[in-house]
T-cell receptor, first 114, second 115 residues
Framework: ELKVEQNPLFLSMQEGKNYTIYCNYS?????LYWYRQDPGKSLESLFVLLSNGAVKQEGRLMASLDTKARLSTLHITAAVHDLSATYFCAVDIDTTSGTYKYIFGTGTRLKVLA | DTEVTQTPKHLVMGMTNKKSLKCEQHMGHRAMYWYKQKAKKPPELMFVYSYEKLSINESVPSRFSPECPNSSLLNLHLHALQPEDSALYLC??????????????FGPGTRLTVL
């Protein structure tokens, strides 16, 4: 069974601290996506990682992909309150119809405390 | 413009009602998606349209009926829903998977409550 698991599921951290969210997946995929979702809102694209070893950075967030380990990380540097949200990773897989579809991770709810 | 719009924002309906959710994008994307999201859970794929043809149906009950009138529009027709169908319904669009990024862009969602 295909699984995309994130850990931790919940993360409460102090402002100014660093932390890493992990996304493990059980199938072969060379693409991985990170999204952010604020409460009651839609999903906002953060990063697209297209190949093994890919690293992308935007502000205090940095994402990386290791396709051999089937692992992606989202690293938070010097957290600020505005980063409080739920973060989802997603892998895309081929289907029998030839169409790709996302499989979302379980999500990590991040709360940054002042 | 990377906007996907959805109407209505909120919908309350009884179990015998018929209603429709609408989604529109003007990015020229040829793939469009419907997702269902329950509180504190990841989005669950329901349907995928690729080049205006239904490509994936994730074994969704027939009380949900998708329609893609043209490449910019996607509808979800609702009939005889159950209270457990209450959720946030998200529409997304993307380029079909090619060699360049195919990020899915999500609309704001329709918050559906079934009484």
């Amino acid at each position: 069974e295909l699984k995309v698991e994130q850990n931790p599921l919940f993360l409460s951290m102090q402002e100014g601290k660093n932390y890493t969210i992990y996304c493990n997946y059980s199938t072969t995929s060379d693409r991985l996506y990170w999204y952010r979702q604020d409460p009651g809102k839609s999903l906002e694209s953060l990063f697209v990682l297209l190949s093994n070893g890919a690293v992308k950075q935007e502000g205090r967030l940095m994402a990386s992909l290791d396709t051999k380990a089937r692992l992606s990380t989202l690293h938070i540097t010097a957290a600020v309150h505005d980063l409080s949200a739920t973060y989802f990773c997603a892998v895309d897989i081929d289907t029998t119809s030839g169409t790709y579809k996302y499989i979302f991770g379980t999500g990590t709810r991040l709360k940054v405390l002042a | 413009d990377t906007e996907v719009t959805q109407t209505p924002k909120h919908l309350v309906m009884g179990m015998t009602n018929k209603k429709s959710l609408k989604c529109e994008q003007h990015m020229g994307h040829r793939a469009m998606y419907w997702y269902k999201q329950k509180a504190k859970k990841p989005p669950e794929l329901m349907f995928v349209y690729s080049y205006e043809k239904l490509s994936i149906n994730e074994s969704v009950p027939s009380r949900f009926s998708p329609e893609c009138p043209n490449s910019s529009l996607l509808n979800l027709h609702l009939h005889a829903l159950q209270p457990e169908d209450s959720a946030l319904y998200l529409c997304a669009s993307s380029e079909p998977r090619t060699s360049h990024p195919d990020t899915q862009y999500f609309g704001p969602g329709t918050r559906l409550t079934v009484l």
